[in-house]
């Protein structure tokens, strides 16, 4: 079983950057692919980026591809996200979270979801 913790969320402004980070604990980390989602006011939640164990596999949807860059460190069992060119829409709730199937833009495959941190940028 593994345990998530999100953090790195906050309050910019539009253009700005922010890092998100995911620190896993309770079982070996680089044994699952590894996801973040976002969840804003009234939608559903929606798929962001993916990254196999190793790294060497890696998806965004369409909307962050560009600005948005997924990475992990096996050693410190942490997974990353680096944003920028931040815009209101990306205005979320973002979650991390581990799958046992390997790196999956399905929500459904994911075994393990933190508790998600808020991400809020003004216009």
């Known amino acids: 079983q593994v345990q998530l913790v999100e953090s790195g969320g906050g309050l910019v402004q539009a253009g700005d950057s922010l890092r998100l980070s995911c620190a896993a604990s309770?079982?070996?980390?680089?044994?699952?692919?590894m996801g973040w989602f976002r969840q804003a006011p009234g939608k559903e939640r929606e798929f962001v980026s993916t990254?196999?164990?190793?790294?060497?596999?890696?998806l965004y949807a369409d909307s962050v591809k560009g600005r948005f860059t997924i990475s992990r460190d096996n050693v410190k069992n942490t997974l990353y996200l680096q944003m920028n060119s931040l815009g209101p829409e990306d205005t979320a709730i973002y979650y991390c979270?581990?799958?046992?199937?390997?790196?999956?833009?399905?929500?459904?495959?994911?075994?393990?979801w933190g508790q998600g941190t808020q991400v809020t940028v003004s216009s």
């Open positions: 990254i196999s164990w190793s790294g060497s596999s890696i």
């Open positions: 979270a581990a799958s046992q199937h390997g790196s999956s833009w399905y929500l459904w495959e994911y075994d393990y």
């Open positions: 309770g079982s070996t980390f680089s044994n699952y692919g």
